[in-house]
């Protein structure tokens, strides 16, 4: 793989306060090129954090999981994509004219500011296994609940998936070339799982389909955050 493309197609989970995050984009500013702003640090510091990012030239995958009613999840994409983020979550659960009122509030900005925001789908979260799925009266497998909802997100405009390495393959089979697939999970070898239990190094998921993998603790957990994310790259770059 391409150093460039390897560098695209990495994503830094930056889940901490503000200091430290603007401490991690400085370090990581001409390394990496997207950083991904989840729940923790946008409901503490709103949309300027990714105004901040911006600035310094970073793209943003604000990783919020939309999920509401369609009206409201119009409108969050339109301000989340003028607010200036690259890619925006939202959860395939909501139906598919929620999935199609986000894709809706995200063109509508992009009538505004430009460039539309990529959209990738949550199907079923990686915490959910199947007594999860039960209890919230979904009894087909865990699989083909994902699946069914992947392809339902793919009909309404979505232009891809988040998903567990271990399911790359398949989605990226089921959804075509060109879908975007956004795998967390990833773990370099030796690094700490955190509390990721079914994960796979950052060259296994991209063979296996994935566009994008989210990265976060074993880069800005590393003594040397920059270190840690161009081990990542070369690794890439040497094995794909
Ligand atoms: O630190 P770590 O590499 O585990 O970070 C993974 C990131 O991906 C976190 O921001 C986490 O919220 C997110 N994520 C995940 N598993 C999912 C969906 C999102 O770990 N199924």
Known sequence: ????????????????????????????????????????????????????????????????????????????????????????????LGSGDMLAACREGAEDAASVCGDRPSLVAITVLTSMNQDALGEIGIEAPVADEAARLAVLAQRNGIDGIVCSPMEAESMRALLGPDALIVTPGVRPAGAALGDQSRVATPSQAIVRGASHIVVGRPITGAADPVEAFERIVSELVDEI
């Open 1 to 92: 793989m391409l150093e460039a493309d390897a560098r695209d197609r990495v994503i830094v989970a930056i889940d901490c306060d503000r200091d430290r995050a603007l401490e991690l984009a400085d370090s990581l500013s001409g390394h990496a090129r997207w950083l991904k702003v989840g729940m923790t640090l946008f409901y503490a510091e709103g949309p300027q954090i990714v105004r901040t990012f911006k600035e310094r030239g970073f793209k943003v995958f604000l990783d919020l999981k939309f999920h509401d009613i369609p009206h409201q999840v119009r409108g969050a994409a339109r301000s989340a994509a003028l607010a200036g983020a690259d890619l925006l979550s939202v959860h395939g």
